[in-house]
């Protein structure tokens, strides 16, 4: 399975923006990026994902790197409920493939928010 | 529309003991999974069902832990006997179907402690 590598931990203020930064410079045409956060005592929740060009949803957008071998999660007001763990997956779609839809968790990075 | 459901939500048991858990997915999710979450680490991948069907259960421990999914629909989750390493969080998560891009949708978890 493709690697991404995301820094342990980023600190934030409450109101400002954050950028989550993600390497994956082993990503294949056929992985899709996929940010996932998990808050406290719960279970993860699905945030963005996009293939080549920047997404863009209620919740954050995603910056995809030219190359693809980077991209940044961007939280454009943090608020205290986005303290959380953040996920950066590389999610294979070529069908038949052995690691097809799968979701492969790393470490992630821990998200403090401050008031 | 209703999430994951899964039951119980905490569970502490004896090493040696068996334990099982209950998972009920989206409606309409033709593909469901278990994955276990030690403290401190991302999800990891159990067992994946397609329907009723094991799809992927390459990292399922087959001398301790089993899973079926009923009608294709509910799922239980079995470890007998549990041991000390199995203390954990068992998250259930269904998606529409397994493709690169559809989102998985995750439960509370269930916390195991064993003793």
């Known amino acids: 399975d493709a690697k991404t590598t995301q820094p342990n931990s980023m600190e934030s203020n409450e109101e400002e923006p954050v950028h989550l930064p993600c390497n994956h410079s082993?990503?294949?045409?056929?992985?899709?990026i996929h940010w996932y956060r998990q808050l406290p005592s719960q279970g993860p929740e699905y945030v963005i994902h996009?293939?080549?060009s920047n997404v863009n949803n209620r919740m954050a957008s995603l910056a995809i790197a030219e190359d693809r071998k980077s991209s940044t999660l961007i939280l454009h007001r943090a608020t205290l409920r986005d303290a959380a763990v953040y996920y950066c997956?590389?999610?294979?779609?070529?069908?038949?493939?052995?690691?097809?839809?799968?979701?492969?968790f790393g470490q992630g990075t821990i998200l403090t928010v401050h008031p | 529309e209703a999430g994951v459901a899964q039951s119980p939500r905490y569970k502490i048991i004896e090493k040696r003991q068996s334990v099982a858990f209950w998972c009920n997915p989206i409606?309409?999710?033709?593909?469901l999974y278990w994955y276990q979450q030690i403290l401190g680490q991302g999800p990891k991948l159990l067992i994946q069902?397609?329907?009723?069907?094991?799809?992927?259960d390459s990292q399922l421990p087959k001398d301790r832990f089993s899973a079926e999914r009923l009608k294709g629909v509910d799922s239980t989750l079995k470890i007998q006997p549990a041991k000390l390493e199995d203390s954990a969080v068992y998250l259930c998560?269904?998606?529409?179907?397994?493709?690169?891009?559809?989102?998985?949708?995750f439960g509370p978890g269930t916390r195991l402690t064993v003793l």
């Open positions: 996009g293939l080549t």
């Open positions: 082993t990503i294949s045409g056929t992985d899709y």
């Open positions: 409606s309409g999710h033709a593909t």
């Open positions: 997956i590389l999610r294979d779609a070529a069908a038949g493939g052995t690691s097809y839809g799968k979701l492969t």
């Open positions: 998560a269904s998606s529409l179907a397994p493709s690169g891009f559809n989102t998985q949708y």
């Open positions: 069902f397609q329907n009723n069907g094991v799809v992927d």
